[in-house]
């Protein structure tokens, strides 16, 4: 009876194991090398096709996966990554190495990204430089000649779960990473960098979006440090070094009578080294129905920033596209807490907002700013709030 029983057990097993091990849910994760589908290092070979057949199996594979990058330089061309028939919604793409954009940018001039994820879920993204080696590009721009208008080196639309870590972005051609129509987003440990120079490159641009996180982040660019779009909200933005660039901006906002409005985002940690502006709002005088409210700017460092903190109602470059000179987007309940450091101008803190619509709510407390070891000052129009604590320069509310 005994025996019966041990071959019994024994059998219980062997079948559980088999079921184990044939199981496509239990098997090993696979791993998909770009090199296995004829990707070569070097920056000189075409690899774009590759990538792309690397992702597709990842796609049809039915449990997690991973595309992976060896070291190396590999050139891409304008790729499209879509999740339209992804049935994966686990990607991990690990990348040890440099994707390279083709050196002349007339490549890219008909598309207006280089590598485009759209309508994907679970797709995170670790380590690896992307180079869009966007040179000449701002040199023909800078020139006054006409030259294309640029693409964004990584572009994410419709999607949700996005996870990037530890990617670095040179030398963008237009803005380095647009966050457009997605929910979920998560961006740690990035560096971004661009020349002070360099015309239009955004570190990363977020609109019609939610749910989205910037932490532990370095950026250095021409534009944007972050820069904030119509109808995002429930941004977190932390630990962050800004500089060169024009610091962090929700905006240009209001360009269109119906507009998402902006809520919920918080701006904390951060420090911003030479910068236009620190903490901007921005809005076009223009008829708007949109809005923005319950920001919180907190714990910054300005270090010899013309603009740290800036309301700005009345945006209309060369006096154009503004028929009736007001802003119809209305700003209220934005906390500034804790900010303190050097205006490289005496007007360290602006309020211009519109006639139409004034700004309500706007907090201060501690904030503690100077110009050149001088009395700072401060400047409100159409702006009610209040202050608290420590004010350098006096508050105008």
Known sequence: MAAKTNIQILILIITIQLFYYSSPSLAANPTYNVQSFGAKSGGNSDCTKAFLSAWGAACAATSPATIYVPPGSYLLRNAYFGGQL???????????????????????????????????????????????????????????????????????????????????????????????GCKNVKMINMKITAPANSPNTDGVHIQQSSEVTVMNTHIGTGDDCISVGAGSSNLWIENLACGPGHGISIGSLGWDLEEAGVQNVTVKTVTFTGTENGVRVKTWARPSNGFVKNVLFQ???????????????????????CPS??????????????IHGTSATQVAVKFDCSKKNPCSGIKLDGVNLSYRDEPATASCANAAGSAAGVVRPTSCL
């Open 299 to 321: 714990h910054l460092v300005v270090v010899n920033v013309q603009n740290p903190i800036i309301i700005d109602q009345n945006y209309c470059p060369d006096h154009q596209n």
């Open 325 to 338: 000179q007001v802003s119809g987007v209305k700003i209220s309940d934005v906390a500034y807490e804790d």
């Open 86 to 180: 992804c049935k994966n919604t686990a990607i991990t793409i690990r990348i040890d190495g440099t994707l390279v954009a083709p050196s002349d940018y007339n490549a890219l001039a008909k598309t207006e990204n280089w590598l485009t994820f759209e309508r994907v879920a679970g797709v995170s993204i670790f380590g690896g430089t992307l180079d869009a080696q966007g040179t000449k590009l701002w040199a023909c721009k800078n020139s006054g000649k006409s030259c294309p208008k640029g693409a964004t080196s990584l572009a994410f639309y419709n999607s949700e779960n996005i996870a990037i870590n530890g990617l670095a972005s040179l030398n963008s051609q237009k803005f380095h990473i647009l966050v457009d």
